[in-house]
């Protein structure tokens, strides 16, 4: 069973950039495609971006598409999320999620364990 736990969440003034981790505990963790997701106030959470599991193939929501970049370090059991041109609607929890079934994560049915997210700010 893998556990998640986010970091690398504040608050930033749009423009500006912040780099979230997702640390993995167990011992499978390059066994799991992995996946970055967010959910704003009154939302629903979303796909961010995605990433297969030795993390040659990625895949990005529109909305963030050449501001975000999802990579992976099996060595280090985690998966990390740079994030650069925030804007105000980037503000949002952001949780990462494993996904055993998956080659690709690519939308957010199917995921397998989730973390309990981290908080982005973006002010205006």
Known sequence: Q?????????????GGSLRLSCAASGRTFGNYAMGWFRQAPGKEREFVAGINRIGGSTYYADSVQGRFTISRDNAKNTVYLQMNSLKPEDTAVYYCAADRHSALVRSIDGMTYWGKGTLVTVSS
């Open 2 to 14: 893998e556990q998640l736990v986010e970091s690398g969440g504040g608050l930033v003034q749009a």
